[in-house]
């Protein structure tokens, strides 16, 4: 098992590790040192700490990289064996308080080093979930966890916490997948599973949000950028690598309609929650068809047109 060519420092922690790992690594785990050291910083700490603390890499502000334990070895840095012996960990220079920002040096030099780390651990894809169950639980592909996982720490602060959904689109982006995923041709729909989406200026967790939520529906995508679409109604943009969020449904033209057929129990109120519309619209798109349509009044039956977000 090889370690990462682009270090440059390497201090082998004598004690403070676990040899060998007992799992194949397929996990990245980062973390924030909570100072603004350079990586021979960091690997002359874990070297010669008596904490029962290291890391397999150490990512100092200048973009210097440090070797603190072999890949080959599980690190001391989680506070969970099972994680650690799946995964490199990776101590990131940081500011000493919240958010814990990182230099555009140290922040760059990561994503190369995660990139790194991948390709020669056959990690084709890099998967990050803002659900805790998810991320410890590896489901639906996830491998990104954070120490606040697994104990009562704010690790990797808010700041690298936040970006983790763009570091896994640029290191994808790097390992030429495309984060994994081939998109239909836009304009196509998605489905958002979840109320509570953020919707965001850009394409990327480096963009603010919008201070709003697309709500559960079905949405028309325009445009596609580092696994992020862009919404037919300007609001901003989402993003599609969840599969517990998103469901891809397909390619779709600006006058494709979707309609919905009333059933035993609906409401407008929940029939434009689930879509991502309004009542009113709803009304509107409906009226001339079902002129007895109000807010109040649908009839089981009825063939609604839904109007597109």
Known sequence: ????????????????????????????????????????????????????????????????????????????????????????TIETASDTSSPYAVTTEAYNALIKLVTDICKRNNISKLVWSTDKNTRVNHLNGANMTVHRDYANKSCPGDYLYNKMGDIASQVNSLLGTSNGTAYPTVPFTVQVLISDLNIRKGAGTNYATTGKYTGKGVFTITEVSNGWGKLKSGAGWIYLENSSYVKILGTTSTSTTVTHTVVKGDTLTAIASKYGTTVAKIVEANKSKYSKLTADYIVVGWVLTIPQS
């Not at 194949?24 to 002359?44: E, M, P, Y």
């Not at 700490?45 to 990512?59: E, I, K, L, M």
């Open 1 to 88: 098992m090889s370690n990462s060519s682009l270090v440059t420092y390497t201090n082998i922690t004598k004690t403070q590790k676990t040899s060998p790992r007992t799992h194949t690594i397929d996990t990245i785990t980062i973390h924030c040192v909570v100072g603004q050291w350079t990586a021979k910083q960091i690997c002359d700490y874990f070297a010669n700490t008596d904490r029962n603390a290291s890391c397999n890499y150490g990512v100092g502000k200048d973009g210097s990289i440090g070797l603190c334990v072999d890949e080959a070895d599980r690190s001391w840095c989680s506070s969970n064996a099972a994680n650690d012996h799946r995964a490199i």
